[in-house]
């Protein structure tokens, strides 16, 4: 009787079972099977252009250095005046760089972040096709950024919906493949974050002066000496990256016999450019702009004579090859200092244009260098082997060009032009964010390394800097803003020590503790704490 009992319970579970099974696949077909608008929507999406991943599995970062993601933050960061009110009337209006350089920023992230996401795989039983967590998808797609950029632009700024979508469409595509190419072409030269600040670079620079030349050429307005030669820089800027690209794909261009001929050709088509935008005849306007003070006669002769000085000091670093290496790179920031802050203090236009120049030749050397182009690539490898440290370990070269960026950049990166300056607020005061690429690296990180070998006891938890030498780079830049204060070249008030001395003091433990390369890091971090005054 029990037993008959239990087969009746096991006949109506087997059917219940053989029920429910049934209904199974109705509710997953359920699940799965998208709305109409959802399927319009993932379509859409589909439409957008996608970006292959960075996988850390396939990347050859700069050994003995973190990844340093923290670094994609500075850029934005010191791009951000463009909201301040006092810069709203600078020519031409800085917002849009700084909101190019926030969606740069959040790209750079997201660019990363697909390391993580890539491995995501669908959950079991559902569409991959479209999933729900399509908004996920369209949160993370690599364009996304650059559609919300371009809808702010058009709200904040007069510029037409049409041309901020192909802005921010072009800085995001040269964002993604300019960081992918240098990681693929450049392996152990950048880490991530060093990566990261490159490529934000060159997509801002190539976007907003692309941005910049096609308003000026639509448009007729008169302008100013500075802004005549921000649109010079801007022209030769697009045209040498032109140049080394089309070199770097056509092997036949790099012979030697073609390159000198392909380099005049570039120059040609520059200067017409330039000559066209300008309305002027460029090789007569830069003979003009050069010759046109005698204060500019002045600092052209002593940046000749201190460049003299540094080829004579690399080769007699090379025949001494008993003097640290430390110590030999350090008397190039010496140097370097020595080159902009009279420039700075004196000709802040001048300088703007030379430093820019000497950045173009630099890349372009290097380049030379790279490519083994001779006999001028054995002549530059062998001059810079003996300033080589542990963070030129790959194919490039780069703690010249970094330091000249790193002490160059605030003048670059200022939204205004001195004569915006001259309008609004007194020069010396705002002449003291322009200097912090020369107080950060110039003095201060020199001033550290000096006294961390010379009175350096207490290191810094985990590196091989010393406390002692980090207060050395405090108080020396300190003393420099001093000097000048004195000299009435700069005017501090006591609430600008303050920050003066706060801002420094969190360079200098940056400095000590970070592995990143420094002559970028300091200089932002220092620009960006004192930018709005």
Known sequence: MQLAVDLESAEITDQHIHEIDEEVPEIDEEVSTPSVCHQQF????SLLPTVTPLRLDSLTTRPGASSGLWLVVLVPLACSP???????????????????????????VHLYQQICLSGKKPTPGS????????????????????????????????????IAVLCTSLCAWILYGSTQWLFRTFPGNFSLGEGAIVGQTIALTITCSLYNLGIHLMQTPKLSQTLEISVFIQVAVLVLALHIFIIH?????RSPRM??????????LGAALSSL????????????????????????????????????ITVWARRKSSLATTVLRKVYHVVIVLVFTPGLLLDPAITHLAAAAAMMLLCLLEFIRMEGLEPISSIISTAFATFLDEKDGGVLILSHIYLLAGVACPLWLNPCTI????????????????????????????????GGTYFGRRKWFGTKKTVEGSICGILTQMVVVGGLTMFDMVDVTWAIWGRLLV?????????????????????LLLYTSLMDL
């Open 42 to 45: 993932v379509k859409m999406l």
């Open 82 to 108: 463009g909201f301040y009110t006092s810069f709203m009337q600078c020519i031409p209006p800085p917002r849009l760089l700084s909101l190019l350089a926030i969606q740069a920023g959040v790209s750079g």
């Open 127 to 162: 569409n991959p096709e479209y999933s729900s967590s399509f908004m996920l998808r369209f949160v993370t797609h690599p364009f996304t950024p650059s559609l919300v950029t371009a809808g702010v632009i058009y709200v904040l700024t007069e510029i037409h919906p049409v």
């Open 249 to 253: 794909r056509v092997a036949l261009l």
């Open 259 to 268: 390159f000198l001929p392909s380099l005049c050709i570039s120059g040609i």
């Open 277 to 312: 935008i300008l309305r002027k005849w460029v090789p007569l306007w830069l003979l003009d702009v050069l010759s046109s003070s005698s204060l500019r006669l002045s600092l052209l002769a002593w940046w000749g004579g201190l460049a003299l000085l540094s080829l004579l």
């Open 419 to 450: 004569e915006d300056i001259k309008g609004t607020t007194s020069l010396p005061t705002s002449i003291l964010p322009l200097l912090a690429g020369v107080l950060s690296v110039g003095i201060g990180d020199t001033a550290a390394s000096i």
């Open 503 to 523: 801002s420094t003091s969190l360079v200098a433990i940056v400095e000590a503790l970070t592995d990143q390369v420094d002559n970028i890091v300091l200089p």
